[in-house]
């Protein structure tokens, strides 16, 4: 990039003197006119900041954020230049021996993304959204693999509670960032604070509670406070407070069309199911039959949910006394880059056909857990459908409830995500389903799961 800001700038420097050379008096006699130029610095006084300034947004972004992940950057990820960020760039440059220019080479950006993505992995960091509240958050799933939620809130934490993630929502009449911050400062009791940040949309706090150290990020819409406290002992500082910053810019309290209390659920609701087995078991997804009062399978009558799995977002549904069912071949593959889903569509999308059908989708990964997006989404109703890469079984795409959008430096939440056909069959291994065997045609083993709720 400073190469090449710098040619431009030698042709500009040049065009404008050549120019001025040719302009001559219109008259003899007559005063040559005057040529308006625009001053521009030499190459060789570039600035580390007019190099990132010249950079796109979208760089400048990841930039800051592999920075921060190394540990070298603690200021937030805008994407704006500042000396912080030059201050950061020599930083690693001098942790690797390099020359401290604030300018990285190619190989310097290209170490720096590798380490960054390294830590990112070890941390299991991720992009989730919180069912209740719509909330986004960075999550650092392998720090905090516990979770458990409420109407207030919600909470991640490590199997000791070494380190705790506490989403927390509450109602307030007339709040105002001062006010809520200096609550915080006095709830619970015991907090030490040293550093503290008041604007009008927003406030930071951190400090101590007990012996462990604590972040703590705010804000409010109308009545409706949202916080985010990060709670981690003293020892795992080093590795923790990389991933704090992360998350404090990766906090999106209020996404665009988010709900407060979640996504209302249908009176009635149409998805996928997948035959796994002849004798009645049915594969399909766990949001779909939720809170139903009666699940039916089109064609063939009531079903039972015997069995789901919350983290796959799985549902085992058994139909009693069926027959003619055509179990699908589960032996597996793993997605490449591009599936075929085969499902049943919404009937009011569908002008009430009932017969399955086939859309392609490309399989991308999802932040650095694993998580497979597709994409286009496929439509409503779809959600269970069997995905295949080649003829073979890849997965289960799932719709998820909550679609919403937020800022450019996190991570978007996929509409539409693929639970890979290994964990299909360690779920309906679990449920002592064997789902050996089986037909390789998709549409003759796809069936209409409807969910009636009050």
Same mark, same amino acid.
């Given at each position: 990039m400073r190469s090449w800001l710098a040619a431009t700038l030698m042709l500009m420097t040049a065009g404008t003197s050549a120019n001025a050379q040719m302009t001559a008096p219109a008259t003899v006699g007559t005063k040559p006119k005057t040529v308006a130029t625009v001053p521009i610095r030499p190459p060789g006084l570039q600035s580390p900041a007019d190099t990132a300034s010249a950079m796109a947004q979208a760089e400048r972004l990841a930039l800051q954020s592999d920075l921060a992940w190394v540990g070298q950057y603690n200021g937030a990820i805008t994407g704006e230049v500042s000396d912080r960020m030059v201050a950061a760039i020599k930083e690693f440059q001098k942790s690797r021996g390099s020359r401290q220019t604030g300018v990285l080479n190619p190989q310097e950006r290209s170490v720096l993304a590798e380490t960054a993505r390294r830590r990112q992995d070890n941390v299991g960091w991720k992009i989730v959204i919180d069912p209740v509240t719509g909330v986004?958050?960075?999550?650092?799933?392998?720090?905090?693999?516990?979770? %458990? %939620?409420?109407?207030?809130?919600a909470k991640w934490s490590s199997p000791t509670g070494t380190v705790q993630v506490v989403l927390t929502r509450r109602k307030e009449a007339n709040p105002t960032t001062a006010k809520l911050a200096e609550r915080e400062r006095k709830e619970p009791t015991g907090r030490t604070i040293d550093y503290t940040v008041v604007k009008p949309d927003f406030f930071v706090l951190s400090g101590l509670q007990g012996l462990k150290k604590?972040?703590? #990020?705010?804000?409010? #819409?109308?009545?409706?406070?949202?916080?985010?406290?990060?709670?981690? =002992?003293?020892a795992t500082e080093n590795t923790v407070e990389p991933v704090v910053i992360a998350m404090s810019s990766a906090f999106n309290p209020f996404?665009?069309?988010a709900q407060i209390g979640g996504p209302p659920r249908k009176g009635v609701e149409y998805g996928t199911g997948v035959v796994v087995s002849d004798d009645g078991a049915i594969l399909a997804d766990r949001e779909i039959t939720d809170d139903c009062l009666a699940i039916a399978i089109s064609?063939?009558?009531?079903?039972?949910?015997?069995?789901?799995?919350?983290?796959?977002?799985?549902?085992?549904?058994?139909?009693?006394?069926?027959?003619?069912?055509?179990?699908?071949?589960?032996?597996?593959?793993?997605?490449? %880059?591009?599936?075929?889903?085969?499902g049943i569509a919404d009937p009011q999308t569908q002008g009430g056909a009932a017969s399955p059908s086939s859309v392609k989708a490309q399989v991308a990964q999802v932040g650095s857990g694993g998580?497979?997006?597709?994409?286009?989404?496929?439509?409503?109703?779809? %959600?269970?459908?069997?995905?295949?890469? =080649?003829?073979?079984?890849?997965?289960?795409?799932?719709?998820?409830?909550?679609?919403v959008a937020g800022p450019a430096n996190t991570t978007p939440a996929a509409q539409a995500v693929l639970v890979s056909a290994a964990s299909v069959q360690e779920f309906l291994k679990a449920n002592g389903v064997d789902a050996s065997g089986g037909s390789s045609d998709a549409k003759a083993s796809v069936l209409r799961v409807i969910c009636a709720r009050k």
């Open positions: 986004r958050l960075g999550i650092p799933a392998k720090l905090v693999p516990q979770q %458990s %939620s409420d109407a207030s809130g604590f972040y703590l #990020r705010g804000t409010f #819409r109308g009545d409706e406070v949202r916080i985010l406290t990060i709670l981690y =002992d003293q996404p665009s069309g064609g063939y009558g009531n079903a039972d949910r015997v069995a789901d799995d919350k983290d796959r977002g799985l549902a085992l549904l058994r139909i009693y006394g069926a027959r003619g069912l055509k179990a699908l071949d589960l032996e597996g593959s793993t997605a490449k %880059s591009a599936v075929e889903l085969t998580d497979l997006a597709l994409s286009p989404p496929p439509a409503l109703g779809f %959600s269970g459908a069997a995905a295949l890469d =080649d003829g073979k079984f890849a997965g289960i795409a799932l719709l998820k409830p909550a679609v």
